[in-house]
Structures are given as structure tokens and as C-alpha cells.
């Protein structure tokens, strides 16, 4: 699928580009051309200790922004296929500095899809959240926002061969500023901060996400968004799988957060896709129909008025399943 292609990462010395990076590499010995683009040189350096190019003659460290479309022009000169994965994801920070989160966001997005247009890329899939169904903070919404630019995109291609989709799922076990990290690295306090005990997430591992881009990357008709079936967890399951001792002292939730989480709204349903795997929800304006997606993919139309919230998941982890899938999956770090 990627062998003599070219492809460039946007946010690429994150968590998820590094986990796609290394996947790429390993399964795709004869890719042209894999670019790492971001705006951190430090990060960069220490991706290339990890990833030298004296040994993987593909990679590229390319410094830019999202927010400069004429570095993403020069950025994507012979570049196929695109994973935009660069985003500023904290919801205080996006609370307290909104119009950052927005220029990064929202008018990054659409500097990378005006850029594709001109740079004749074939693919392109965006990396979004379960934030973005139903917003209530503003990060949910600049990616709600960044969704529709990219659905859309697809209807203004005109001529050119290239299809947009949107990649939607949960919590990233052991991704940076997540909570498992900020409980592993509390532990040993003896006091874990619980904001609600009824609090749930959904739960997806790294590898999970890097999966389903590349599936997204060969299947996506354009302009669909993907929703993986991952499980759910309940925070206090999370705390007690980390630190079976410690006190869960309840703070309160903070501006910004939900109780549960939502990535297919019963607003969606009528739109939405079973396929297995994953749902799609499909665009209003497309090229093609709900019928013919599904004979595409095998799936099939979810019933009117279905949902896909964290608190409603059949599917939950307990204390035991997290334990293992965090020993697994937060690297370097194992639970006493």
C-alpha cells in the first residue's frame, strides 16, 4: 500500500507518529519517502536518535507549522498520502488560550487541504476525537470543526484524484498528558486524584490507532469518519489498576470535561455505517450512496437513533484487563 510512495506526518514526533512511524518502517521496506513535520527541533533530535537516517534512508525531519501554508506547500512537494496528526489537544490550555487552539486547529486544517490541493496528494486521513461528537470544550470543538473541513474537501476536489477522511477514537493508553502517565507518576503518593467516580473513556491502544489510519489510508471512499469498537473504562478502575493502595481523593471536574464521552451521536445515526470493525459515518453530499458503501465494505446501516457513548459501551475493562493492558502498553513502566 505505501511501498514507492512518499508520505509526510503532521505532528510527527508525537505519540501517535512515532508509533506509525516505526509501523511504516517495518512493514514497508520500499517506501520512496516518510516526512516527519513539526515545529519542535528538539523533539526531532531526539526521534532521529531512535530513527537516524544513516539507517532508515526514507525518513526526513522537515521543522514547519501547520499554521504556514507556504511551508506545507514546500513540505509536500512529491508527498502521496498525508496523516495530519498535529493538533494542540489540552482542553484547559485550549480553554484559557481559545484562539491558539484555533489557528492550530481549525486554520491549520485547512492550510494542509489547500496545500494537498496543490500538491496533487492522493490520500489524506485526520486524526480526530471522541471530543468532537457533541462538543462542550473548546478542543472538541476546533476538531469538530476540522472534521467538517476535511469531509468537505472532498467535495471541491474537482478533477483531482485524492480522497479526505477523518479517523475519530478515545483515549490513547499511555499517550503524553493522558491520565494513565499522570496516575503512574503519582502513585507513590499514596493519593490519587479522582475528578468523578462515574467518569468513563473509551480506551484504544497506539498501535489500535496506527491500524486503523493505514486501513483508512487504502479503504476510505473520502469523506467518511471512522469510529473504532474499542472498550471503555471507568476512572476509578484506572486508579485502582495503578495503585490498588492509594486513596481516590474526588476533585471535581474540571471546565471542559464530560462524564462520558461520545464519538456517534443518535444525530449521526442515520448516516452511520456498521462495518465490523469500525463504523463510518458518511457524509450528506457524497459521490456515493449508504448502499453502495456498504457493498463496498460488508457493513451494514446502524438502527435510527443509535448511539456510541463511553457510558453506554457494552463492552467495559475491568481492574485486571487494565493492569495488563497498561504493563503492556505504558512503556518502561510496570505496576508493583
Same mark, same amino acid.
Given at each position: 500500500?505505501?511501498?514507492?510512495?512518499?508520505?509526510?506526518?503532521?505532528?510527527?514526533?508525537?505519540?501517535?507518529?512515532?508509533?506509525?512511524?516505526?509501523?511504516?518502517?517495518?512493514?514497508?521496506?520500499?517506501?520512496?519517502?516518510?516526512?516527519?513535520?513539526?515545529?519542535?527541533?528538539?523533539?526531532?533530535?531526539?526521534?532521529?536518535?531512535?530513527?537516524?537516517?544513516?539507517?532508515?534512508?526514507?525518513?526526513?525531519?522537515?521543522?514547519?507549522?501547520?499554521?504556514?501554508?507556504?511551508?506545507?506547500?514546500?513540505?509536500?512537494?512529491?508527498?502521496?498520502?498525508?496523516?495530519?496528526?498535529?493538533?494542540?489537544?489540552?482542553?484547559?490550555?485550549?480553554?484559557?488560550?481559545?484562539?491558539?487552539?484555533?489557528?492550530?486547529?481549525?486554520?491549520?486544517?485547512?492550510?494542509?487541504?489547500?496545500?494537498?490541493?496543490?500538491?496533487?496528494?492522493?490520500?489524506?486521513?485526520?486524526?480526530?476525537?471522541?471530543?468532537?461528537?457533541?462538543?462542550?470544550?473548546?478542543?472538541?470543538?476546533?476538531?469538530?470543526?476540522?472534521?467538517?473541513?476535511?469531509?468537505?474537501?472532498?467535495?471541491?476536489?474537482?478533477?483531482?484524484?485524492?480522497?479526505?477522511?477523518?479517523?475519530?477514537?478515545?483515549?490513547?493508553?499511555?499517550?503524553?498528558?493522558?491520565?494513565?502517565?499522570?496516575?503512574?507518576?503519582?502513585?507513590?503518593?499514596?493519593?490519587?486524584?479522582?475528578? +468523578?467516580?462515574?467518569?468513563?473513556?473509551?480506551?484504544?491502544?497506539?498501535?489500535?490507532?496506527?491500524?486503523?489510519?493505514?486501513?483508512?489510508?487504502?479503504?476510505?471512499?473520502?469523506?467518511?469518519?471512522?469510529?473504532?469498537?474499542?472498550?471503555?473504562?471507568?476512572?476509578? +478502575?484506572?486508579?485502582?489498576?495503578?495503585?490498588?493502595?492509594?486513596?481516590?481523593?474526588?476533585?471535581?471536574?474540571?471546565?471542559?470535561?464530560?462524564?462520558?464521552?461520545?464519538?456517534?451521536?443518535?444525530?449521526?445515526?442515520?448516516?452511520?455505517?456498521?462495518?465490523?470493525?469500525?463504523?463510518?459515518?458518511?457524509?450528506?453530499?457524497?459521490?456515493?450512496?449508504?448502499?453502495?458503501?456498504?457493498?463496498?465494505?460488508?457493513?451494514?446501516?446502524?438502527?435510527?437513533?443509535?448511539?456510541?457513548?463511553?457510558?453506554?459501551?457494552?463492552?467495559?475493562?475491568?481492574?485486571?484487563?487494565?493492569?495488563?493492558?497498561?504493563?503492556?502498553?505504558?512503556?518502561?513502566?510496570?505496576?508493583?
Amino acid at each position: 500500500m505505501l511501498n514507492n510512495k512518499s508520505v509526510l506526518v503532521t505532528g510527527g514526533t508525537g505519540s501517535f507518529g512515532k508509533a506509525f512511524v516505526r509501523t511504516v518502517l517495518q512493514r514497508y521496506p520500499d517506501i520512496k519517502r516518510l516526512v516527519i513535520y513539526s515545529r519542535d527541533e528538539l523533539k526531532q533530535f531526539e526521534m532521529a536518535q531512535v530513527f537516524p537516517r544513516s539507517e532508515y534512508p526514507a525518513l526526513r525531519y522537515f521543522l514547519g507549522d501547520v499554521r504556514d501554508e507556504a511551508r506545507l506547500k514546500r513540505a509536500l512537494e512529491g508527498i502521496d498520502v498525508v496523516v495530519h496528526a498535529a493538533a494542540l489537544k489540552q482542553v484547559p490550555a485550549a480553554e484559557y488560550n481559545p484562539f491558539e487552539c484555533i489557528k492550530t486547529n481549525v486554520l491549520g486544517a485547512q492550510n494542509l487541504i489547500e496545500a494537498c490541493f496543490d500538491a496533487n496528494v492522493e490520500r489524506v486521513v485526520a486524526l480526530s476525537t471522541d471530543k468532537a461528537a457533541a462538543p462542550i470544550n473548546l478542543y472538541g470543538a476546533t476538531k469538530l470543526c476540522s472534521d467538517k473541513l476535511f469531509v468537505a474537501a472532498n467535495n471541491v476536489k474537482g478533477a483531482r484524484d485524492i480522497r479526505f477522511s477523518v479517523v475519530r477514537y478515545g483515549n490513547v493508553m499511555g499517550s503524553r498528558g493522558s491520565v494513565i502517565p499522570f496516575f503512574m507518576a503519582k502513585k507513590d503518593e499514596g493519593v490519587l486524584p479522582i475528578t +468523578d467516580p462515574r467518569m468513563t473513556r473509551f480506551n484504544i491502544s497506539l498501535q489500535e490507532g496506527v491500524e486503523m489510519v493505514l486501513w483508512s489510508v487504502e479503504n476510505a471512499l473520502g469523506g467518511e469518519v471512522l469510529v473504532p469498537k474499542i472498550p471503555s473504562y471507568r476512572i476509578g +478502575d484506572v486508579a485502582t489498576a495503578i495503585a490498588p493502595e492509594a486513596e481516590q481523593k474526588v476533585i471535581g471536574i474540571r471546565p471542559g470535561e464530560k462524564i462520558h464521552e461520545e464519538m456517534i451521536t443518535a444525530s449521526d445515526s442515520f448516516n452511520t455505517v456498521d462495518m465490523g470493525d469500525y463504523y463510518a459515518i458518511l457524509p450528506v453530499s457524497a459521490e456515493y450512496t449508504i448502499e453502495d458503501y456498504c457493498r463496498e465494505h460488508g457493513g451494514k446501516p446502524v438502527e435510527p437513533g443509535f448511539a456510541y457513548s463511553s457510558g453506554s459501551n457494552p463492552d467495559f475493562l475491568t481492574v485486571e484487563q487494565l493492569r495488563t493492558l497498561i504493563e503492556e502498553h505504558v512503556v518502561g513502566q510496570t505496576i508493583d
